[in-house]
């Protein structure tokens, strides 16, 4: 080893942890302002405004909540499992946090790289169906152990069909790297995956939904009847864990959704040729949109619709997803080989 | 199931209906009124707190101490302890008004046969104890000074409580309207 390659290796690490550095400011910031836009736009929703006095409009709000959050006592049920009850929310946050480091942003900035990028954020959607599972037996109560062993059920369920509605992305693109997937995209007649995939859309939408854990199929968490599910038992600074885990999946989600479905930070070529100004936007500009975009729909969604019962979210998981994304692979197969 | 039924589970009419009508909300204008900052609008009449008219000749209460309001009250929160006074007539020395049991329902004003007892517009006077909010004679009686000095407090009684008696003036024998024969 020279002394070339040392100073090469060292420079690689150094940028490696100011992107690590940036990515995670960016995704705390958005997640934080997050729960601050939620609260706003489900208030305008409901014909009422939001937070108005932290701050100018209520900017302030997540602040407020943070420090109210870290300085709240710290309640550990009586016979909780005290290294699993501490060891919960860490592995939901972490496993959320992990699958930032393989998004394409924009034009050449990944953390990571890596050739199998949709597979390793499946496989970190699924470790953090741990977290949930150990929280709810680590505190040592029914409801959150009810509430953990529904929302475990629900999150393992939903992965497949999210998983098969994926497939047909991956057939259209060829690859499961997700730059090579932005690309194809750009490359396709049609611009979006969305287009000819829109049955696979339209069930990874659902799917993503139900993974988050989300309304309607919050049941699991549901705030007005089981009063938070499987972290009710979790105060201050770890019940702000589990919901920083929460908002970073909302975030995981809508980022593959932009990036697999609506064309990452590109946008398709018949529309720069009407409008060529657009293309002079910067890439990530397109992909924090469309991040938007999804995002607002989960909003959007939560402030509509009433939640499933959890029977009926089973049903829907296995009896109509999971046949109608198998159904879109094997169109999308057949058209790939006949064509 | 019909074609219909079909035709909404597939493409979801119904929760894209539920969504048109969500985001046509979002554009509208909260209804929200930011207290401190905006006040809703009080209309005339408004029963709020309690004020005891000032006599412009002695400068103390209007109120005999009849003890019609006293009698009448729904909640019995008003108190009256009168004695005699310089002359052998009734004064009242005490009107006190225990605010945390009163209802508002302005009975105490409807009986008054003197005009002595009004309900103010104001509704701002939270406090921190109950002795704070048991009302004096004294507190009620700067009450008046405050809400309903000048003509506010000269037309109170015939806007609202009496308005006939501007038309048809008051009979002979009437107690309404007579002035208490102190002044």
Known sequence: ?339 | MTVKELVNKIFFIEILKGLALTLSRLFTHAVTIQYPKEKRLIRPGFRGQHALVRDPDTGWVKCVGCGLCAAYCPSQCIYIFTTEGDDGKKIVEKYEVELLRCIYCGFCVEACPYSAIALTENYEYSDYSRDALYMTTEKLLSNWDKFMSGKKGEEFFKKFWRPLSEDFGTPEGQAMFRKTGKG
């Not at chain 1, 860490?90 to 942003?105: D, E, K, M, Q």
């Not at chain 1, 496989?123 to 475990?152: D, E, T, V």
């Not at chain 1, 060529?276 to 890439?283: K, N, Q, R």
């Open chain 1, 1 to 339: 080893m020279t002394i070339d390659t040392l100073i090469h290796i060292a420079i690689n690490i150094g940028i490696t942890i100011i992107n690590i550095a940036i990515v995670f400011a960016v995704a705390m910031l958005h997640v934080a302002y997050a729960t601050y836009f939620e609260r706003k736009v489900i208030g305008h929703m409901q014909v009422r405004l939001g937070p108005m006095r932290v701050g100018p409009h209520g900017l302030l709000q997540p602040f407020a909540d943070g420090i109210k959050l870290f300085f709240k006592e710290d309640v550990i049920p009586a016979n909780a499992d005290k290294p699993v009850f501490y060891l919960a929310p860490v592995i939901f946050l972490v496993a959320a946090l992990t699958s930032l480091a393989v998004i394409p942003y924009y034009q050449g900035f990944v953390i990571a790289d890596i050739n199998i990028g949709l597979l390793f954020i499946f496989a970190m959607s699924s470790l953090g169906a741990y977290g949930i599972i150990i929280s709810g037996w680590a505190s040592n109560s029914k409801y959150a152990f009810l509430g953990g062993l529904r929302s475990a059920a629900q999150v393992i369920s939903y992965e497949i069909p999210m998983g098969l509605s994926l497939v047909g992305v991956m057939i259209m693109a060829g690859s499961l790297n997700l730059t090579e997937i932005v690309n194809a995209q750009h490359e396709s007649p049609y611009g979006m995956f969305a287009i000819p995939q829109i049955v696979g859309f339209i069930v990874f939408v659902i799917a993503a939904i139900a993974e988050t854990n989300r309304t309607p199929f919050d049941l699991p968490e549901a705030e007005s009847e089981l009063v938070a599910g499987y972290f009710v038992e979790y105060s201050g600074f770890r019940f702000a864990l589990f919901f920083l885990g929460e908002y970073i999946g909302m975030f995981i989600m809508a980022s593959i959704g932009a990036i697999c479905f609506l064309g990452g930070w590109t946008i398709p070529k018949y529309i720069t040729d009407v409008l060529p100004f657009l293309s002079y936007v910067p890439g990530i500009v397109w992909f924090l949109l469309k991040v938007y975009a999804f995002i607002f729909f989960y909003y959007w969604i939560r402030a509509t619709v009433p939640r499933y019962r959890y029977d009926q979210l089973m049903a829907i998981g296995w009896k109509i997803l999971i046949p109608v994304a198998l159904a879109n692979i094997v169109v999308t197969g057949l058209v790939k080989i006949l064509l």
